[in-house]
C-alpha cells in the first residue's frame, strides 16, 4: 500500500494567484504513477486537477509537468520514488503560459518549429538513418526546454525540441532548403545554446540530444558529414 | 475561414489535410491536443503494403485477399480493392517524406505480421507509428506556414450543425479559453476509435473518448458493426491501461505457451500448423482464452530464441518497455500476456467514399466502420487511416460544393464532461456483455442493466450520448445470431452466411438494428 501526500499548486485560470493544495492519497497499487494518482484523485474531487494526458505509456509527451522541482512526464514518474519522504510536489510547466492548474500552453514550441520552416520542399528519402529514427522519437514535450537555462519563450534559442526535429531533416536535406535551413540552425539553436547539456539527462524517450547535437553541429554549422552514421 | 473542418489529428486527419492542401483546398484541423499526442503515435508494428521487396512474389491480390479473409468477408471488396492496391503508393510516399523505414541493402525491409503468409509489414523498429507522424507532422507544418491549415489543438468537438440533414459545420470549444465557436464547411470526421467507453482497459489513449462517435449518432449519423471489438493477443497491464506487445514480437519469431502438465504447450503452433502464432487476432485472442479457461495460469510470449539482431534493429524499443514495466528482459524471460481491447472495427457507417447518410459529413480512420470487416489484420490500421483520410478528402474535393461562411461566436451553455463513475459504470456493464467469448443470456442481462441505469436518473448530454452509444453496441452483439471474426457467440458457434451483411445502427427517437448486405464487388 502506497500512502502519499499529493501537493499540487493549483490555479483556476491564468489570472489567478497559484496555491498549494495537499491531498492524502493511498493505493494498493505499487506500480502506480503521478498519472495513475492524478486520474484516481479527480474521481473524488469536485473541482477536479486539470492536467492533460493522452497515452500514460510515455510515448506522447502531453503529461509534462515538474515533480519536485523537476520536469518529468507525469506517467513516467513513479510513485514509490516519494514513499519515503511521504510527500511530492507537483507543478506545472514555468517556461510557458500556464492555463489552470498543470496546464501549460506550449504553443510556442509549435511556432518555433514553424519560423524554423522545419519540412522537407521536396521529396527525400532517409534511407532508414538511424539519426533520422532517433530524432523521430522526439515528443516535443517540452521538458528540455524546461530545464535549459538559455530557453525561455518568446527568445530566439528555439531549443533541443527544434534540434531533434532538424536532426531528421539534416539526413537527407534537399540542395533547395541547405541555406535556409542551416541559418534557421545557425541563429535559432547553434548560438542560442550554451552546452550546459542540462537536457541530456530529462529527456523521457531517453533520445541521446547530446549526439544528436554534435552531429547536427557538425552538419549545419561545420559542413561535415554525420558521423556515427551507418 | 475554412472550406473542410477536420475533427482529429492522428493519421486519418492529417493525410486528409494534406491530400486537400495539395489541391490548395483549406481546413481547419481540431484536435483535443497536438497531433504529438494522437493515438496513432502508440501503433508500433508497421504498415502493410505488397511491395514485395523479399522476394516472396507478394501481390496486391495477396493483400487483398488476405484482409477480405481476415476481416472474414464483412469488409466492402470495394474498399479494400482501394485500400490495397493504394497501399504500396502510400508506403513510397512515406518514404519519399523521410520516413527512416528498416532497410534491406537496397529497398524497404518487410516483416512477417498476423494473418498473412507473405512478408508484407513496413517498419521502423518498434514505433512505426511515431516515427511516421513526425515526418507526416512535418508535412503538414509547411501548409499551415503557407496558410491552408489552420490548425486549433486543445479544441473540443461538441456536436455538428445539422440543417434538414445536411451538415453545415461543428460546434467547437477552445478548451483553454472556454470560448464556443461554431465553425462553418464540409465536416470530415477523423476522432478515433471508443477506447473511452472501457477506460483504463484499452491499448488506446484517454483522448479517444468515443463522445464525438456517441454525439453524432444521437444526432442521426448512422454507425455500423458496433459489436467488432479487437481485442490483441499481447498485452500487459499497466497503471492506468494496458501496454501493446507488438505482433512485430511474433512476426520475428516470438512464441505463445501455457503449461500444461508441467510443460509448456505450444497451442497455436499445434492447432494451426501454417501461420502457427500469426493467425489473425480474434483466433489467437479465442485461443488464449479457451487455453488459460481449461489448463489456469497465465499465458506466455517467449521471445528468447529471437536472434540478438532483431533485438538490436527491430525491436530495441519493444525491449526496453517491457524491462521498464514488467521488469523483465524478454530476452532471457517469457513475458505473461493477456487479451486487450486494442482496436474498434465498427464505428461511423461510410460508403466506399467516406461518406456518412448525412450529406456533407465523412469520416476515416478508426471512427469510421472501414476495410476491416470483422477482423483487422495487423498493419492494416495505419494503411487504413493514412489511405481513409486520402480517400475522404478525394471524395470532398470531387464531389462536395463548397461554400465560404465565417465562423460564429456561440455564447450558450457549454455541456458538463459526462461523470466518470458513470463512465465507469457503463464500462463495466459492456465488459459484461462484449468479452471474448459472448452469450444470448450475458448480452441480454447488459442490456437489461444499462437500461436500468439509463432509467436512474436525468443526465446530461454527453452522459446520454454515451449511454445511448452502449446501448446500440449491445443491441448490435445481440442481433448478430452468428459467430464472425471478434464477434464469437457460444449460443451461436457458426458464421452464418444471412449475417455477412453491416449490422447498422440508426438512432431516430429509439435505437434501431438493421442489417444491409455487404456490396458486391465491381468488375472494374
Known amino acids: 500500500m502506497i500512502n502519499l501526500k499529493l501537493e499540487i499548486l493549483r490555479r483556476k485560470s491564468p489570472e489567478e494567484i497559484p496555491v498549494w493544495k495537499c491531498y492524502d492519497y493511498q493505493t494498493p497499487d505499487d506500480h502506480a504513477n503521478i498519472a495513475s494518482a492524478l486520474n484516481d484523485l479527480n474521481q473524488n474531487l469536485e473541482n477536479p486537477v486539470r492536467w492533460e494526458c493522452s497515452c500514460l505509456q510515455k510515448k506522447c509527451g502531453a503529461c509534462a509537468m515538474i515533480i519536485n522541482q523537476k520536469p518529468r512526464l507525469a506517467c513516467d514518474t513513479p510513485l514509490k520514488e516519494f514513499v519515503k519522504a511521504g510527500t511530492v510536489r507537483i507543478e506545472p510547466l514555468r517556461k510557458f503560459p500556464v492555463i489552470a492548474d498543470l496546464i501549460v500552453d506550449r504553443t510556442i514550441l509549435f511556432e518555433n518549429l514553424k519560423t524554423m520552416k522545419l519540412w522537407f520542399e521536396e521529396e527525400a528519402k532517409t534511407n532508414g538513418s538511424q539519426i533520422a529514427y532517433e530524432a523521430s522519437r522526439c515528443l516535443q514535450c517540452g521538458c528540455c526546454l524546461e530545464i535549459c537555462p538559455n530557453f525561455y519563450a518568446g527568445g530566439d534559442f528555439a531549443g533541443m525540441s527544434a534540434m531533434t526535429l532538424t536532426a531528421r531533416l539534416l539526413t537527407a536535406l534537399p540542395d533547395s532548403q541547405k541555406k535556409e535551413i542551416f541559418k534557421a540552425y545557425r541563429n535559432y539553436i547553434y548560438e542560442g545554446c550554451g552546452k550546459s547539456l542540462a537536457c541530456r539527462n530529462v529527456c523521457p524517450a531517453g533520445i541521446r540530444i547530446d549526439q544528436l547535437l554534435v552531429n547536427s553541429n557538425a552538419v549545419a554549422v561545420w559542413k561535415r558529414k554525420f558521423r556515427h552514421e551507418k | ?524
Not at chain 2, 155 to 168: A, D, G, P, R, Y
Not at chain 2, 208 to 236: C, K, W
Open chain 2, 1 to 524: 475561414m475554412q472550406n473542410v473542418i477536420i475533427i482529429g489529428a492522428g493519421l486519418a486527419g492529417l493525410s486528409a489535410a494534406v491530400t486537400l492542401a495539395e489541391k490548395q483546398i483549406s481546413c481547419a484541423l481540431i484536435s483535443l491536443q497536438n497531433s504529438e499526442r494522437a493515438q496513432s503515435v502508440l501503433a508500433e508494428g508497421g504498415i502493410n503494403a505488397a511491395l514485395n521487396t523479399m522476394d516472396e512474389n507478394d501481390t496486391v491480390q495477396n493483400h487483398y485477399e488476405d484482409t477480405l479473409r481476415g476481416g472474414v468477408w464483412l469488409a466492402d471488396p470495394n474498399a479494400v480493392r482501394n485500400l490495397t492496391s493504394h497501399a504500396p503508393e502510400i508506403v513510397r510516399w512515406l518514404e519519399n517524406l523521410g520516413v527512416p523505414f528498416n532497410m534491406t541493402d537496397s529497398d524497404i525491409m518487410l516483416r512477417n505480421f498476423g494473418g498473412q503468409k507473405k512478408k508484407r509489414t513496413a517498419y521502423a523498429q518498434s514505433s512505426t507509428g511515431k516515427i511516421i507522424m513526425t515526418a507526416l507532422i512535418d508535412q503538414v507544418r509547411k501548409y499551415e506556414a503557407s496558410g491552408l491549415i489552420h490548425r486549433y489543438a486543445h479544441h473540443n468537438f461538441i456536436k455538428l450543425l445539422l440543417e434538414n440533414q445536411i451538415c453545415s459545420g461543428v460546434r467547437i470549444q477552445n478548451l483553454y479559453t472556454g470560448e464556443i465557436t461554431d465553425f462553418k464547411g464540409i465536416v470530415l470526421l477523423c476522432s478515433g476509435g471508443l477506447n473511452g467507453m472501457f477506460p483504463a482497459v484499452t491499448t488506446g489513449t484517454t483522448q479517444n473518448s468515443g463522445d464525438v462517435t456517441a454525439t453524432v449518432f444521437r444526432q442521426g449519423v448512422r454507425l455500423g458493426n458496433l459489436e467488432m471489438l479487437q481485442y490483441h493477443p499481447t498485452t500487459i497491464g499497466i497503471s492506468g491501461k494496458r501496454c501493446l506487445v507488438t505482433e512485430a514480437a511474433r512476426g520475428e519469431g516470438g512464441r505463445l505457451y501455457i503449461m500444461k502438465n508441467n510443460q509448456k504447450f505450444y497451442f497455436m503452433e499445434e492447432k494451426y500448423p501454417e501461420l502457427k502464432n500469426l493467425m489473425p487476432r480474434d483466433v489467437v485472442a479465442r485461443e488464449m482464452f479457451f487455453v488459460r479457461r481449461e489448463f489456469g495460469g497465465e499465458v506466455f510470449l517467449d521471445m528468447t530464441e529471437l536472434p540478438e539482431i532483431a533485438w538490436q534493429k527491430k525491436l530495441s524499443d519493444l525491449r526496453l518497455e517491457i524491462i521498464h514495466y514488467l521488469n523483465l528482459d524478454p530476452k532471457s524471460n517469457p513475458i505473461p500476456v493477456r487479451e486487450g481491447i486494442h482496436y474498434f472495427m465498427g464505428g461511423i457507417d461510410t460508403d466506399e467514399f467516406h461518406r456518412t447518410n448525412i450529406k456533407n459529413l465523412f469520416a476515416a480512420g478508426e471512427c469510421c466502420c472501414q476495410y476491416h470487416g470483422a477482423n483487422r489484420l495487423g498493419g492494416n490500421s495505419m494503411l487504413g487511416a493514412l489511405y481513409g483520410g486520402r480517400k475522404a478528402s478525394e471524395t470532398i474535393i470531387h464531389t462536395a460544393d463548397f461554400v465560404s461562411e465565417e465562423n460564429i461566436n456561440y455564447s450558450g451553455e457549454i455541456p458538463s464532461p459526462a461523470s466518470p463513475v458513470l463512465i465507469q459504470k457503463i464500462s463495466q456493464i459492456l465488459l459484461s456483455g462484449l468479452g471474448i467469448v459472448r452469450n444470448q443470456n450475458s448480452l441480454q442481462t447488459a442490456l437489461e442493466n444499462l437500461q436500468s441505469l439509463s432509467g436512474q436518473k436525468e443526465y446530461n448530454f454527453y452522459e446520454q450520448n454515451r449511454l445511448l452509444l452502449a446501448e446500440a453496441m449491445l443491441l448490435s452483439a445481440l442481433e448478430r445470431k452468428e459467430s464472425r471474426g471478434a464477434h464469437y457467440r457460444e449460443d451461436y458457434p457458426d458464421q452464418n452466411e444471412e449475417f455477412r451483411k453491416t449490422a447498422v445502427s440508426e438512432y431516430d427517437k429509439t435505437i434501431r438494428i438493421f442489417f444491409r448486405p455487404i456490396p458486391e464487388m465491381r468488375s472494374d
